[in-house]
């Protein structure tokens, strides 16, 4: 009989487990779905492009983000963390998938690009160990893969994470375009995410409250000749914190 729960923290744990047996794609258990994801880089997969988001692009270009330091969550193989070290940023990027990383230096090391790659679970400072504050933290389809509960673990990174002034910039499934779209209690009864979780604009500006609003658009529907990556099922979000 165990009767462990005693911190936030034991309880998230706790609801981790409900997950486990392939409906985790966020922590440890993780990381083989990734890898496994990763594996063939000839997949027709539309974010294997090397290409940033074309949110961030706008950001960064005429708009409200200058260089410092940047993190990026859930690099995959590293395109967003490549513009950014580019662009004049001191880049962190992390992801749990060792053949993510492993693709992502390799783009770095042909770009000339420096970035400091981390391999883990993000919410677990002594897996990733992250140091002080960034001017920018950025997540290009990190966060619709979280359950409901790793919002708090979310929100507490953000808390650590972003300076004062800084700024979130989030790409993120769409409600109507894709994700699942039923209510949070319903991920617990099934043990699983079904893919991923769809939020509406006002879903982000709840849960995203303490942050002042920049923007939440559609991202734009970018063609194949484009030097961005943009697919109209994803939502885009800029918040900066006061």
Known sequence: MGRDVRSVEDLLRV???????????????GAGWWDGFYADRERGIPFFVEKPDENLVS?????????G??????????????????????VDAVDLSAAA???????AEAAGAA?????????????VPLHGTYDLVFD????????????????????RHLAPGGHFGLSCFASGKMGSEV?????????????????RPDDLRRI?????????????????????FGEPFLHTALFRRP
């Open 15 to 29: 609801l981790d487990g409900v997950f486990a047996g392939g409906g985790d794609r966020w922590g440890e258990e």
């Open 59 to 67: 950001y960064v270009e005429g708009g409200p983000v200058a260089p």
């Open 69 to 90: 330091r940047a993190l990026e969550l859930g690099c995959g193989p590293g395109r967003n963390a490549l513009y950014l070290a580019r662009a004049g940023f001191d």
């Open 101 to 107: 990383l492993e693709w992502a230096r390799s783009r």
């Open 115 to 127: 970035v400091r790659f981390h391999r883990g679970n993000v919410f677990d400072p002594q897996a």
């Open 140 to 159: 290009s389809g990190c966060f619709h893969h979280l359950p409901p509960h790793r919002r708090i673990s979310y929100l507490a990174l953000l808390d």
């Open 183 to 199: 209510p949070d209690a319903d991920f617990y009864r099934d043990g699983a995410l079904h893919g991923g979780l769809a939020y």
């Open 208 to 228: 995203f409250a303490d942050l002042t609003e920049v923007e939440i658009r559609p991202m734009r529907d970018e063609p194949a000749d484009s030097p961005h």
